[in-house]
């Protein structure tokens, strides 16, 4: 599949992360050049790449392909519904969760090569 859209998600995906270009297309087992077409929408995306995108940056598939906007404003409402009716103690437990998940991205960015 072969789209602007698609192709600048996963630009803006590898971006936000802090990630090079070397570096995705080496976790890709893809040549640099072959990553720089994807993202200019020059070259086609085949499914097996796109399910190795979106475990590399941590999106959906369905967010890679349609964009992160209705799908995570859907799951942001839900998460709050669903937090709201928690106890005190597990809302704290969540969110020494969240940070300390924050905290382990941060590791992976400044461990990853090519920075």
């Given at each position: 599949m072969?789209?602007m859209?698609l192709a600048?998600r996963l630009k ?7 990630l090079s270009?070397e570096?995705v297309?080496?976790?890709?087992d ?11 929408g020059?070259r086609k995306v085949s499914?097996?790449?796109l399910?190795r ?5 941590g999106?959906?598939?369905?967010e ?24 005190d ?5 969540i969110m020494?969760?969240i940070?300390f998940?924050k ?7 400044d461990n990853?090569?090519?920075?």
């Amino acid at each position: 599949m072969s789209d602007m859209g698609l192709a600048k998600r996963l630009k803006s995906a590898r971006e936000n992360l802090q990630l090079s270009q070397e570096y995705v297309a080496k976790q890709m087992d893809l040549h640099r050049t072959s990553l720089v077409a994807i993202e200019a929408g020059n070259r086609k995306v085949s499914s097996e790449e796109l399910k190795r995108f979106s475990e590399i940056y941590g999106w959906t598939i369905e967010e890679l392909v349609y964009g992160k906007g209705e799908t995570e404003q859907a799951q942001v409402a839900l998460f709050a519904r669903s937090f709201k009716e928690l106890t005190d103690q597990d809302q704290r437990e969540i969110m020494n969760l969240i940070q300390f998940k924050k905290m382990m991205k941060e590791q992976r960015k400044d461990n990853a090569p090519g920075l």
